[in-house]
T-cell receptor, first 116, second 114 residues
Framework: SQQGEEDPQALSIQEGENATMNCSYKTSINNLQWYRQNSGRGLVHLILIRSNEREKHSGRLRVTLDTSKKSSSLLITASRAADTASYFCATDTKYAGGTSYGKLTFGQGTILTVHP | NAGVMQNPRHLVRRRGQEARLRCSPMKGHSHVYWYRQLPEEGLKFMVYLQKENIIDESGMPKERFSAEFPKEGPSILRIQQVVRGDSAAYFC????????????FGPGTRLTVL
């Protein structure tokens, strides 16, 4: 698998249901970020979780991070049709000495479809 | 506070022409990143710049591609002698000069090479 690989590739749910997307990565990281991309549009930053954090909340979003398993999950509760988009995780790799060069490594994304 | 601005939003070039993509970072942001997204794929890092400096260009193709972020003005991604395989969406992101770098993305430039 590649760095920042999301699972599932596509998810289809009904409005009001919860959506869970997973992300796995390979290297040590400084932080992991989740983004949303509506079709043909730019990326919207959702949430950043640092490597020393285990869980973070923002509105209907909940992100967990397990550095021992090199994995993260994004939970969207009470989904809405407007949540329909592609969701990407991106990792900021930690290099020797804890250096971050800032470049993000993205996965292929999860396409979420929320039916009204 | 305006977000990251990119122009043009759409660019059509014929094979062999040059493409110039511009990015103005958010106010107060001194770090600029360029990414490329091929159809149905995630974003791939190309280059990381600070004012007048290229910090990391490990994702840039060795030939035809160059980037700059001058002291004044926007960052420019330049593609010379474009080929059909260069057709993609090119996104610019910026971040403030802090250790933990949240990156904020522009709307992208969709380059089509005929």
């Amino acid at each position: 698998s590649q760095q920042g690989e999301e699972d599932p590739q596509a998810l289809s749910i009904q409005e009001g249901e919860n959506a869970t997307m997973n992300c796995s990565y390979k290297t040590s990281i400084n932080n992991l970020q989740w983004y949303r991309q509506n079709s043909g549009r730019g990326l919207v930053h959702l949430i950043l979780i640092r490597s020393n954090e285990r869980e973070k909340h923002s509105g209907r979003l909940r992100v967990t991070l397990d550095t021992s398993k090199k994995s993260s999950s994004l939970l969207i509760t009470a989904s809405r049709a407007a949540d329909t988009a592609s969701y990407f995780c991106a990792t900021d790799t930690k290099y020797a000495g804890g250096t971050s060069y800032g470049k993000l490594t993205f996965g292929q994304g999860t396409i979420l479809t929320v039916h009204p | 506070n305006a977000g990251v601005m990119q122009n043009p939003r759409h660019l059509v070039r014929r094979r062999g022409q040059e493409a110039r993509l511009r990015c103005s970072p958010m106010k107060g942001h001194s770090h600029v990143y360029w990414y490329r997204q091929l159809p149905e794929e995630g974003l791939k890092f190309m280059v990381y710049l600070q004012k007048e400096n290229i910090i990391d260009e490990s994702g840039m193709p060795k030939e035809r591609f160059s980037a700059e972020f001058p002291k004044e003005g926007p960052s420019i991604l330049r593609i010379q002698q474009v080929v059909r395989g260069d057709s993609a969406a090119y996104f610019c992101a910026s971040s403030p000069p802090r250790q933990v770098k949240e990156q904020f993305f522009g709307p992208g430039t969709r380059l089509t090479v005929l």
